[in-house]
């Protein structure tokens, strides 16, 4: 069994009520996301990969460009824009063309903060 990683960056705005940060929080503030893909499988016998990144970078262009500059809270399916929130809407984008899709990672480097999500359990 093989993973293959492929990541993408995107800069955002959000709020979000009720955390334990209170006022702060609720305030529209940006971060610099990173979001991490993770598909598993074997290696295609003719071709050598489990997906060929090139497919793989045009449909995670098509959500950065979702995402990218926007304020989340104004995007359905991310009216409260948490990590959790993040990592499971870009999941479920890949869901229909992500074979082999194992995990979607979001980070907030400069809070020191990331969520996985891995789908739902069997």
Not at 9 to 24: I, K, M, V
Not at 38 to 59: H, I, K, N, W
Not at 111 to 121: D, I, K, V
Request: hydrophobic share 40%.
């Amino acid at each position: 069994m093989w993973e293959i990683v492929k990541s993408f960056r995107f800069e955002a705005a959000h709020s979000l009520a009720g955390t334990t940060l209170g006022a702060d929080a609720e305030q529209v503030h940006g971060h610099s996301f990173r979001a991490e893909v993770a598909l598993r499988g074997t290696p295609d016998p003719v071709t050598g990969m489990v997906r060929d990144f090139g497919a793989l970078d045009g449909e995670l262009a098509a959500i950065r460009r979702t995402l990218d500059h926007r304020m989340l809270n104004r995007i359905a399916g991310l009216e409260t824009p948490t990590l959790e929130t993040l990592a499971r809407y870009i999941f479920d984008r890949l869901r229909p063309v992500g074979k082999n899709l194992a995990r979607v990672t979001v980070y907030r480097d400069s809070c020191g903060e990331a969520c996985s999500y891995f789908g739902e359990a069997p």
